[in-house]
């Protein structure tokens, strides 16, 4: 997806576009003075703003809406089309689409300077500011300012109101199923900083890993995120990790197989829990201790001597990375030296003295 994303204000008028999938192009217009209208993708269809009064209608082509809002409509969840309604959008930054994680949608994003919040929750939304910005409850005037930290807004929860100084936050949308499969009982995350964002160290951490991995192109595919994701939730929920008795071995070492015999294609943590028949928390706990490694970690570590095999081959890199699961060569690359301490390249030469 595009890494940009336009707001919809132009010269202080609100825009609001309309797309019909029959048709090859989409429009934008002005609404209606003090008419309510909605905004693609609102989690609750319901975003009243208002805008000057104009007959002018801009049409621009299929290509440039889709640019334009294809980050709000390819989230893999449930639901509406998108997560975000909001007066003026933000630049996405980065976002967890392309990488294939079950039910959570991750996003980092540069806030306008200023706008307005009008919108329900249908799924979990956990909020990281990294900014200091003034709010307001929409009808009042009274301003607060919000610090930096975490927030966490549940399924039916509601924000309305009015923001400045605005500036760069990260998202995490968690679908409600994943809660529960992560806790294996029907319970709910407790909400947390809507009066003050919270500071803890550990979603710090999680939500810098997160970007990080994501940055990096995800070399390990949908591991590492549902990995971190399942961590934080277990975080959140206050639990404790279990202990971990055999048979869980066994149950375990169907899951080591599989990362073994698909390490070149994406391996989801919920697919590797269903084929040992754990939890994910105990599939992790358990994986650490028969391999001492994470299940990312393992997965990384077979591309990797996988590689290393096909590179003795005399095969091209380019070739490696494929056969192995990494998305171009640079990752392959990135990745090998992580490992091995030098390039695929050098590797070679040393080999084949």
């Known amino acids: ?44 269809d319901r975003a ?71 919108h329900g929750h249908q799924r979990y939304c956990i909020q990281r500011g990294m900014h200091h910005e003034a709010r307001r409850a929409l009808g009042t005037r009274e301003w607060h300012r919000f610090a930096a930290g975490f927030s966490v807004w549940r399924e039916g929860d509601e924000q309305h109101f009015d923001w400045r100084d605005g500036g760069r936050s990260q998202f995490l949308f968690v679908a409600p199923a994943l809660v529960e499969s992560v806790f294996g009982e029907a319970r709910r995350l407790a909400p947390v900083g809507h009066r003050e964002p919270a500071r803890t160290r550990v979603l710090e951490l999680v939500f810098d890993a997160l970007q990080a991995d994501l940055a990096q192109g995800s070399p390990a595919g949908p591991l590492v995120g549902e990995s971190l994701i399942t961590a934080l939730l277990a975080h959140l929920g206050g639990l404790q990790q279990p202990n971990i008795l055999a048979p869980t071995s066994r149950a375990c070492a169907r899951a080591i197989e599989l990362v073994e015999t698909r390490f070149a294609e994406p391996v989801t943590l919920q697919e590797l829990a269903e ?29 990797v001597d996988h590689a290393k095999r096909l590179i003795a081959q005399g095969l091209a890199l380019a070739e490696v990375a494929l056969q192995c699961g990494f998305a171009d060569q640079s990752q392959l690359t990135r990745t090998f030296v992580r490992h091995v301490g030098t390039p695929p390249g050098r590797y070679r030469s040393s080999i084949g003295r």
């Open 1 to 44: 997806m595009t890494a940009s994303f336009q707001a919809t204000h132009h010269e202080g008028s609100t825009y609001v576009a309309d797309y019909d999938a029959g048709s090859d192009e989409a429009r934008t217009h002005r609404p209606q003075q003090a008419a309510a209208v909605t905004y693609p993708g609102s989690p609750c």
């Open 275 to 303: 084929a040992s028949g754990l939890g994910q928390r105990q599939l992790c706990r358990a994986f650490r201790d028969a391999t001492g490694l994470s299940p990312h970690q393992y997965l990384l570590r077979c591309r």
């Open 48 to 118: 009243p703003c208002t805008g000057p009064t104009t007959d002018a209608d801009i049409r621009m082509s299929r290509l440039e809406f889709l640019d334009r809002f294809v980050a709000m409509r390819i989230a893999p969840l449930p639901g509406p089309r998108g997560l975000y309604n909001v007066s003026v959008m933000p630049r996405f930054l980065l976002d967890s689409s392309e990488v294939g994680w079950q039910g959570a949608y991750f996003t980092d994003i540069d806030g306008a300077a200023e706008g307005a919040v009008d």
